[in-house]
C-alpha cells in the first residue's frame, strides 16, 4: 500500500450511494389509478399537484420518458425515473391485413403473449383488447378457444395495449381532433367477466375523462354469458354490453358454449333484462356465430325473436370463421340473408358482420391461433 493511501482515506471518503433500482422492479405508473399514484407520490413528499401533472403526462400524453415531463423540475424528473417507469408490454410481430386491419403480437414481462388487433372502418376505428392469457372458456366454435387459460391480465397489460395502440398510431394526446381510434371492443382474448376487477380497474383508467380519455358509450364489453358479474359491471362501469348468445336452446348452447352448463339462457336473459342502462338508445348486442345445421334455421330465427322480446336489443350474425380440426361449417350467404331477414321484420337490427383480418388470422376467433403454433426458432426474441 501507498504511504499516503491512508492520508488520502481521511481528506477524501466519497458519500455512500445507493444503488441504482433495476428497471424491471420499479413501479409501472401504467396500471395506476389515481388513488394509487396518488399514495405512491406522498410516499416521496410530493405534492398533491405532481400526481396531476404527472397523470397528465401518461396517461394524457403518452410519453414514455420521464425527460420529457417538461413542467417538472429535472431534479425531480430524475428522482421519478429512479422510481417508477413507464411500460408498454413489448411487439413481436405486427401484421397488417389486406383490408387495412391491424394485429400486434404483444409480450409481457413473465414471456406470455396475447394478440390485439385495430379495425379502421369508415365512420370509427375499433380496438379489440385482450382481458387473458389464453382462455377460461372452451366455446367449440372459437380457435381461440382451444389454448389453455394461462392467467388472468393484469390492469396494466390491459390499459397498456390500449396505449400501445395509440402509440403506433401516433394519436397522442388523448385530447387530439380527427382520431382514428374512437371504439374498443373487449373482445380479444378471454372472458372479461372471469377477470372483473383488473378489466374494470383498467376501464376506469382509460374512462378517465383527464387521461385517456374515452366515453364509455364508446366502450363495449362482451361476455359469453358470466350472469353473477354483470349487473356489477352495468352498475359500476356502465359500459356497453354484447353477449355471445349463438343458440336458443340450452341443449344446443351446453354444446357449443359450456358455460351455459353453469348459466343457463333464462337466467341470462334475465340478466340482460336487468342489465343497468339498456335502453333502445343503449341497446344490448347479441352475437351469433352461423354455424350450417347447428343454428341457422327460420325456427333458430323465430325461437330467437320470442326470446328477446322485451330487451332492447340488436343483434350482430357472425359468419363462421373455419379453422383446421373445427367440426363446423359457415351458414351459406342465402341461410344467412334468411335468418337476418326474419329478425328485421320483427324490429330488431340484424347486420351481418363483416369478416376483417382474415388474411392475417385477425377475425373473430381466431386470435393467436397462427402465433401459438409458431415454431419457437422462429419467434423473435
Partial sequence: MSAVQPLIDQIWKPEPVAPAVPLAIRTNLVGMDRAEMAAAFAEMGLPAFRMKQVWNWVYHRGVTDFEAMTNIAKELRGRLAENFRIARPTVVTEQKSTDG????????????????????????????????????????????????????????????????????????????????????????????????????????????GEGVALSRRKITLSTAGVVPAMQKCGEELGVNLAVSLHAVTDEVRDVIVPLNRKYKIAELIQACRDYPGASNARRITFEYVMLKGVNDSDQDAHALVKLLEGIPAKMNLIPFNPWPGSPYECSSNTRIDRFSKILMEAGYASPVRKTRGQDILAACGQLKSASEKMKKSERPE
Fill in 101 to 208: 386491419t391491424i394485429k400486434w403480437l404483444l409480450r409481457f414481462e413473465d414471456g406470455n403473449e396475447v394478440e390485439t388487433v385495430f379495425i379502421p372502418e369508415e365512420d370509427r376505428g375499433t380496438l379489440c383488447v385482450s382481458s387473458q392469457v389464453g382462455c377460461t372458456l372452451t366455446c367449440k366454435f372459437c380457435h381461440t378457444g382451444t389454448q389453455r387459460w394461462v392467467r388472468n391480465l393484469g390492469p396494466a397489460e390491459i390499459v397498456g395495449q390500449v396505449m400501445l395502440a395509440r402509440d403506433k398510431l401516433g394519436e397522442w394526446p388523448a385530447s387530439m381532433e380527427g382520431r382514428n381510434f374512437t371504439n374498443i371492443v373487449m373482445m380479444g382474448m378471454g372472458e372479461p367477466l372471469y377477470n372483473y376487477d383488473n378489466v374494470a380497474k383498467a376501464l376506469k383508467i382509460i374512462m378517465d
